[in-house]
């Protein structure tokens, strides 16, 4: 059996866990994932984990905030005047807004906090700040020259 490596088109499949034990994602649902390996599709460390695996095999890891989302930046949190936005437009904890800035950059922000006068926005990933536990079972390993030979390509999954 081969074994994953740069180069190679991997399905694997996983259940993703905070440190409190919820689930944050899992390809239960959705299927298997396929990437090719060294194409920069997942978090480095978690594309180093899969580096050497073989097709059944099972294998847990754990990547540090620094190695997944990064750490939460209080940078990433904003207070703005309710007047910032349209007169009646409801707004609520837990509420996705794009928010475009000065120079054109849009980012998506979530409410945190409303008042009277002042709304509340952090722009951090959800899971920044969090320790990601993986639980990785590797499905499938096809190396770069079997890959050439049968002309099989990997599915980019930007987000994981």
């Known amino acids: 059996m081969i074994q994953a490596e740069i180069g190679s088109s991997v399905t694997f499949s996983y259940i993703g866990t ?6 944050f994602h899992s390809t239960e649902q959705q299927g298997a994932l396929t990437v090719a390996i060294g194409e920069g599709q997942l978090f480095p460390a978690l594309e180093q984990a899969l580096i050497g695996m073989r097709a059944g095999e099972v294998k847990n890891i754990v990547l540090s905030a620094d190695q997944a989302y990064g750490p939460r930046l209080r940078e990433n949190i904003i207070t703005v005047s309710r007047s910032t936005f349209p007169a009646g437009k409801e707004i609520m904890v837990g509420q996705k807004l794009s928010i475009e800035f000065k120079g054109g950059a849009t980012k998506v922000m979530i409410v945190t906090e409303t008042g009277d006068s002042d709304i509340t926005l952090d722009g951090n990933h959800p899971l920044a700040g969090q320790e990601l536990t993986f639980a990785l079972k590797m499905e499938q390993v096809v190396s770069q020259t079997a890959q050439e030979m049968t002309g099989e390509r990997s599915v980019d ?3 994981v």
């Open 157 to 159: 999954i930007a987000g």
């Open 18 to 23: 905070l440190d409190n034990g919820r689930i």
